[in-house]
């Protein structure tokens, strides 16, 4: 299934000009209870009717915004139309908290991701990532550019010196997101499917 979902559609002639988001709001260190700026819970810094960030991201000339965090017991839809409305691709990024935080993670698992990587993105398709449309089908929100899997594995898992470990974590999380995207409904031929990356 990876394979056939990695064959390109079609070349992207695009310029990808992305700004990283992660609009702290403090003005003194401390610690985030959580760092999804994508919430409806952070609308106030990026919406229109608030701060309007991604208005001005994009008036800087920027077509991309990139994500850190991402608590998928929130709602993401209203960012994902926000950053449509503002003709911005949204790079999203995925927790630690399967992979290194939560109570029996993917380190605690022998590093297999899969059942940690599926119920959060699960949660993550049902909050926002998808669309239905007129038809009733569900596809990919067309601002979903690329889902970064995991963000800096080098950092959370063995390093390549024990690279049965290693590739264990990155493609039990991929099988994960593959099994989700069917059980929602999408096929490798579904229009508009994000890419899939890790990043190094």
């Known amino acids: 299934e990876a394979e056939a979902r990695a064959a390109p559609q079609g070349p992207r002639k695009d310029i990808f000009k992305g700004v990283c988001y992660a ?3 403090g003005k003194q260190p401390k610690r985030l209870d959580n760092d999804d700026f994508m919430a409806n819970t952070t609308a106030a810094l990026w919406h ?3 701060r309007g960030d991604l208005a001005l ?3 800087l000339g920027a077509n991309a915004v990139r994500l850190y965090g991402n608590d998928p017991s929130y709602e993401h839809g209203e960012f ?13 990024g995925f927790s630690d908290y399967p992979y290194i935080q939560m109570q029996g993670n993917c380190v605690e698992t022998d590093f297999d991701c899969y059942s940690q990587v599926k119920t959060q ?39 390549l010196s024990t690279p049965r470990h290693f590739c264990k974590a990155l493609l039990s999380a991929l099988d994960a997101v593959l099994d989700a995207e069917r059980d929602a409904g999408l096929s490798n031929a579904s229009a508009g499917l994000p890419n899939v990356t890790a990043a190094f």
Request: no cysteine.
């Open 80 to 92: 994902l139309d926000e950053a449509a409305h503002n003709n911005l691709s949204v790079v999203v």
């Open 48 to 50: 229109r009717h608030g």
């Open 121 to 159: 993105y699960d949660a993550n398709l049902r909050r926002g990532f998808l669309k239905n449309g007129t038809d009733g089908a569900a596809s990919y929100h067309p601002a979903l550019r690329t889902v970064v899997l995991v963000n800096e594995p080098d950092l959370k898992f063995p390093t």
């Open 57 to 59: 991201i994009r008036s």
């Open 23 to 25: 609009p702290f709001p």
